[in-house]
């Protein structure tokens, strides 16, 4: 990971004495926390705000509430020499900030694929009528298209007529277990702004972004354009993923009933540029806490602004993706001799080793995680399920207590008829299947996720069955 390179020392990144505009974070979770970091890592005055005041303490003692691959110490080192600070007081917010980043959740409605966006609506309400002094308020979060005239229209309701504040956009594109890198150093920039003082000041609190890529001789695509562009790039790029990996797993379905190999035609078209091979990876789908919800707010939208038949496609695309989690259940019946019947399959009294509980490797996080998800199925379909995962086990058992859990890999195997590897951890990337077939009941083993070699698997004399392969 390329932020290895980062100093030791008290400096930032960049030694430019030039000024900057001071920043604020609102919302410090995984989104506003990983840019309050390194911003202030890129010299910036940074002050991150949130209502959660556990979490404001554990950030202020240089402690992370969450985890996120190099944050940490990013963390501490800015609070230790001061450049980064916490607050529960919207007050402090206030008087601090030239820019004020939105960084709140978007979740989906209860009952419903649309955002929620209360939490921004909840932000803004308190921010603005405290603001004294010009500034810009610019959002990272991800919204449905037509929000930020919405924040303007709120913040020229509740702010002093006195004091101009302006709406700016600034869309996110961070990948968790790389949102360090992918902040310091992003594929793109976009920005949206609505007057030229605005546009500037937006600039030069991006302006750290480019000066650290001109020091390492790489080139940040920068786009400017208008709030509706801004709004929509990241669900639109969201979509676009989730409509490769769901494509991907459709043709792994074709590739079982027609004896192809979908690792081997996925490796084959990715050789196209016009397609890629990321993304191109069969096995039980996304999850998360942006791509399902993202691509279900933006089937919302598109139905309230009336082309809602031009995105039908994306509930095809959601579909396929859940089916995935059926399947992997079934598979598991097959593979232990169980019937699939009118009802479902039958798993009564199997036992079931599942590796890997969050959504992806290289993070605790475990919202909409397929793999946890189809633990529970299995469950209750009447198998006993063993879960084990690196990171992800203190969240994992505060959502499904009734689950089972080990502490290491040698306990969740132990007597297991049947491994099912979920999330592509590296440790399990790298198993000794002659020696776990020791340790198991019966050496069968789903892989989930294609991550492991058949063939090395086979020789050990394990039952070996991938997703399309």
């Not at 695509?221 to 459709?250: G, Q």
């Not at 379905?253 to 990321?278: E, K, N, P, Q, W």
């Not at 790298?430 to 892989?447: F, S």
């Amino acid at each position: 990971m390329r932020s290895a390179n980062l100093p030791n020392e008290s400096e930032s990144i960049l030694t430019s004495g030039a000024a900057r505009p001071r920043l604020t974070f609102i919302g410090v979770g995984p989104l506003g926390g990983t840019y309050a970091a390194c911003y202030a890592e890129l010299g910036y005055e940074v002050l991150g705000y949130d209502v959660d005041a556990g979490r404001i303490e554990k950030f202020a003692a240089g402690e992370m509430p969450f985890y996120e691959r190099g944050l940490d110490t990013l963390v501490r080192k800015n609070v230790d020499n001061g450049r980064l600070r916490f607050t529960a007081d919207p007050a402090e917010v206030a008087a601090f900030g030239d820019v004020h980043f939105l960084c709140v959740g978007t979740p989906s409605r209860p009952n419903s694929d649309s955002a929620d966006l209360s939490y921004m609506e909840s932000a803004v309400t308190t921010l603005a009528p405290l603001l004294k002094r010009r500034c810009i308020v610019v959002g990272k979060s991800t919204v449905p298209v037509g929000t930020a005239a919405w924040v303007q229209q709120l913040i020229d309701k509740l702010s002093d007529t006195d004091v101009q504040v302006e709406v700016a956009w600034s869309p996110e594109f961070l990948q968790e277990a790389n949102a360090v890198d992918d902040v310091l150093r992003p594929n793109r920039v976009v920005l949206a702004a609505q007057s030229d003082w605005a546009s500037e000041l937006l600039q030069a609190a991006h302006k750290g972004v480019f000066e650290l890529a001109a020091m390492e001789d790489r080139e940040v695509p920068l786009v400017i354009t208008d709030f509706a562009t801004a709004e929509l790039v990241k669900v639109a790029s969201n979509a676009f993923l989730s409509t490769k990996i769901s494509f991907i797993n459709a043709m792994a379905d074709l590739c079982d009933v027609a004896g192809g190999d979908v690792t081997d035609l996925a490796r084959a078209m990715g050789y196209d540029a016009r397609i890629g091979h990321r993304f191109l990876r069969a096995g039980i789908g996304f999850g998360g806490g942006c791509l399902p919800k993202d691509l279900r707010a933006l089937a919302a939208r598109g139905r309230e602004l009336g082309v809602g038949e031009s995105l039908r496609f994306l509930s095809e695309i959601e579909d396929i993706n859940l089916s995935r989690r059926t399947k992997v259940v079934r598979l598991a019946a097959e593979l232990t001799g169980r019937e699939n019947g009118p009802n479902g399959p039958e798993l009564s009294g199997v036992n079931i080793t599942v590796l890997g509980a969050t959504f992806k490797p290289d993070t605790d996080d475990i919202r909409d995680s397929p793999a946890l998800d189809i633990a529970r199925r299995m469950r209750s379909e009447g198998a006993t399920v063993t879960i084990y995962d690196p990171m992800g086990l203190d969240n994992a058992r505060a959502r499904y207590p009734e689950l089972r859990y080990a502490h290491n890999l040698s306990e969740a195997v132990e007597g297991a008829e049947l491994l099912c590897l979920l999330t592509e951890w590296e440790e399990f990337r790298h198993l000794d299947p002659a020696a776990l077939g020791e340790l198991v009941a019966q050496p069968r083993i789903l892989d989930g996720r294609n991550a492991l070699d058949p063939q090395l698997w086979k020789n050990a004399g394990w039952t070996y069955r991938g997703m399309g392969r």
